[in-house]
């Protein structure tokens, strides 16, 4: 079955070279591979990958697309090395979270997440893992 395999977000941009100034200068991801297919890149991330290509119907999505999940002892810094690259985190209404300067506390289980967006709207998330 397929849960017995990893899965591989796959994110859409309408130009590679844009977006691999910003996955590799501003995010810090390092490229597993390249490929032409599409003209994407594998990008590696923990023990996973993201593929990164491009497409016409970059910048559709309005809902995340990608989330890391960072334990509670790393958020802060995460956060920060966000901040400090020029990333602008999003907020948006959502009943059950809570906002302090681009960061969401859930109101249940008081996890913590930030979203940003890629430069082709792609939205990103960053979620606390819950201690436990």
């Known amino acids: 079955m397929l849960g017995e395999y990893a899965s591989v977000a796959t994110l859409p941009v309408k130009d590679l070279t844009a977006a ?29 990958m993201f ?20 334990p509670p002892e790393a958020f802060d810094a995460e956060v920060e090395g966000l901040r400090s690259a020029g990333v602008t985190l999003e907020t948006f209404e959502m009943p059950g979270l809570t906002w302090s300067d681009g960061v969401a506390t859930m109101d249940e289980g008081g996890g913590r997440a930030v979203w940003f967006k890629d430069p082709d709207g792609n939205f990103i998330n960053v979620d606390e893992i819950p201690a436990g």
């Open 51 to 70: 593929f990164v290509y491009e497409s016409t119907f970059a910048g559709t999505n309005q809902a995340t697309a990608m989330t890391f999940q960072v």
């Open 20 to 48: 691999a100034e910003f996955y590799e200068t501003k995010l810090g991801f390092k490229r597993q591979s390249e490929t032409d297919f599409e003209g994407g890149v594998f990008y590696c991330a923990g023990k996973g």
